[in-house]
């Protein structure tokens, strides 16, 4: 518990790092162009203190200000609309370089008639501007990386331009009981349950440099690129990490909605080809025969009455420490379309078990 605690918070820190020296390349590259317009226009320009005074003035206001944002409020903004996540922080931004034009390069017994004219000038106006684009950019690009996971840059990139093949690990989550769940909820509550659910298991899949491929009802499917999943197990460490998230919120879903969703997830891995289709609505998509047999995996985990289940070929090379983790071997199960039947095995944690919750208990 203590460990994944402070894995998440190195995350976190990672990615305030990066907002700072983004912000800090961002406003040496204002000052020189500001530098420049003023040496064309015959003014004078001190371009090296004024780099070094946007460097140091990014520098504090990215470990502030990003810091804020990833720790503070990221998880709140993420759940709005983008327009209005945007509009809540230019509010913010508003308030932060108002007070700073107004209150910090004067002495406190300065007239506030001179407060009033710093804050209506049009150094103000061009302050806030480039602080609230620069902040809306940030948004922007986090929103981008929530969008596609761990592999946003890739995307962004044109890294799947082309189709290219690659190893990766594949996880389908399907929800205990859905169609009896969603037969007493409704189908609005029934949403507003999923909306709560995958809300839930997506600091587990984040931290643990996953990508959620698809929803498609109650099923998520999510992804890892091999080397990224196996690492320290993150790939069946999401898994835990999600029943443990759910189990912590046990009381908001039993007041909300009468019940705790239990999930059951099927893992296999593979080689497989990735690349972009459509044009209006591009996508990145996965084909092969791990996916299916990934999906195939997950839909015998009731059969057999458990929670999780794992191809041998995956449990190989996962290398899961005993002292955490306990294995089970469940046979060579023949699955839907496999030609050859499947060595597949459960793996229960030493703390929290996969004991598999009956459809009756799930929905009382």
Known sequence: MQDKGLGRTRLRLRRTFRITAAWMA?????????????????LEAT??????QALWRSLLAGLIGGGVYIFLLRDFLRRLPFMRAFASMAA???LFVATAQALFPLPLDHPMAEVA???FSLSFLGRYLYWALLMGGTMLMVRLNDQYGSGGLDYLTGRYARPRGEMRIFMFLDMRSSTTIAEKLGHVKYFQLLNDVYADITDPVVYSSGTVYQYVGD?????WQLRRGLKDQRCIRCFFDIKRKLASRARYYQDHYGLVPQFKAGFHYGEVTTGEVGLVKKEVIFSGDVVNTAARIQNSCNAHDVDVLVSKELLDILRLPEDTYRTRHIGEIPLKGKRQEVSLWTISHVRLGTEAVPSADAVA
Do not use: D, H, K, Y
């Open 26 to 42: 961002v406003g040496a590259i204002a000052a020189m162009l500001e530098g420049r317009v003023l040496e064309e226009n015959g």
């Open 47 to 52: 371009l090296i203190p004024a780099i070094q």
């Open 92 to 94: 913010l931004v508003l």
């Open 117 to 119: 004219r710093r804050l």
């Open 219 to 223: 099923e998520v499917s999510v992804t």
